[in-house]
């Protein structure tokens, strides 16, 4: 088994953050979200994993990631030179893939559950394709599956206008080797697009045994700032545990599960958890409340945030309130004028004074 993950694309959706940088690579408590996919991949066994990249931002994730040294496991990067969907990824992807049964993983997708279990269900069940489906409340806006009640998938949709299910495609995937058959005989969509719910139907065509598992734990694509910020509420909430290693002084206090790096000073300040203060961070004069990460040599300066996402090198001083938002990296926030509470999306080197 192999995995490949998909760390394509222009991240349309987070800019301006993602106009100078992978979406991929934004952190969810303090960690690249495309992390958490590789640890997920890992820990199921998998030993080669091959990752789909972009020319604009290849090689920040080939810096970021890094090669088999780091992980214990061999990685290969393969550059998709256009968006041209996910079955194009897959199809790019076959002289690594060869023909040894794979699970593709969406590289800004997180689920709060380990995969093992699936490519335990894949093999038990003979399958060539196992899709994993949640229950959403709006199934127009996602690729929706139809299935008996022993999970096998009848037919699938592409954000249909009147869907037969609630249940959406989730980022995750396991398939055989006849997916790449299935992905020759497709043609590209109104979007221009080889998509790969079009190669799972052609399966399905294909008298090939396609099934399903309903996911009972969260899911999370990360492609909105919203999403990213209840990404960050979930990972603190259910993963972080208590480890302060930088100063704090007699007049802070540090409540429940905070997490402090080395280097970083909290001065006449209290953090309340789940939070995550990088390294090398200045925290003064503030409160920090739950469910915020800040990144390595962060400052907050006489203020209150909460809910937030400061990327590395952030800094927010003399704001009343914060709260909702994602701050790129060495963006400055900074009040000049009356108290107001603010909800911001501030790109990477930006400057907003208030």
């Known amino acids: 088994m192999k995995g490949l993950i998909l760390s394509g694309g222009k991240g349309t959706r987070l800019r301006p953050i993602t106009y100078t940088g992978a979406k991929q690579l934004i952190p969810v408590a303090n960690r690249p979200i495309l992390f958490y996919v590789l640890d997920n991949l890992i820990h199921a066994g998998i030993k080669e994993i091959g990752i789909i990249i972009s020319p604009e931002t290849g090689e920040e994730i080939k810096k970021a990631v890094g090669d088999e040294n780091r992980w214990g496991v061999g990685i290969k990067y393969i550059l998709q030179k256009q968006p041209a969907g996910l079955a194009h990824a897959v199809k790019i992807a076959r002289n690594f893939l060869k023909k040894e049964p794979f699970v593709m993983y969406l590289g800004d997708n997180l689920i709060g559950t380990r995969i093992g279990g699936l490519i335990d269900a894949f093999y038990k069940d003979r399958a060539d394709a196992l899709i994993l489906l949640k229950q959403v409340e709006n199934p127009t806006q996602f690729g929706v ?3 008996d009640r022993r999970g096998k998938v009848k037919r699938l949709i592409e954000k249909p206008k009147k869907p037969p299910s609630n249940l959406a495609l989730v980022g995750v995937y396991v398939f055989s080797h006849y997916i790449h058959d299935a992905i020759n005989e497709i043609s590209p969509s109104w979007r221009g697009e080889l998509e790969i ?4 139907q052609r399966l399905i065509e294909m008298k090939r045994h396609v099934t399903s598992h309903i996911l009972e734990q969260w899911w999370l694509d ?4 919203d999403d990213l910020l209840a990404a960050n509420t979930l990972v603190l909430d259910e993963w972080i545990k208590r480890d ?30 789940p939070a995550v203060i990088g390294e090398g961070c200045q925290i003064e004069d503030s409160f920090i409340g739950p469910f915020t990460s800040i990144g390595n040599k962060g400052t907050v300066l006489n203020s209150v945030i909460e809910h937030c996402v400061l990327l590395e090198g952030a800094q927010v001083i003399f704001i009343d309130r914060l709260e909702d938002s994602l701050i790129g990296k060495n963006a400055k926030v900074q009040r000049y004028n009356k108290h107001r509470a603010f909800r911001l999306v501030i790109g990477d080197d930006s400057s907003v004074e208030i």
């Open 145 to 147: 599956a139809e299935i």
């Open 197 to 200: 719910t079009d190669a799972i």
């Open 222 to 225: 990360t492609g909105k700032k």
């Open 244 to 273: 302060v290693r930088g100063e704090v002084d007699q007049e802070s206090r540090v409540m429940g599960r905070v997490v402090i790096g080395n280097g970083s000073r909290v001065i006449r300040s209290s953090i309340r958890g």
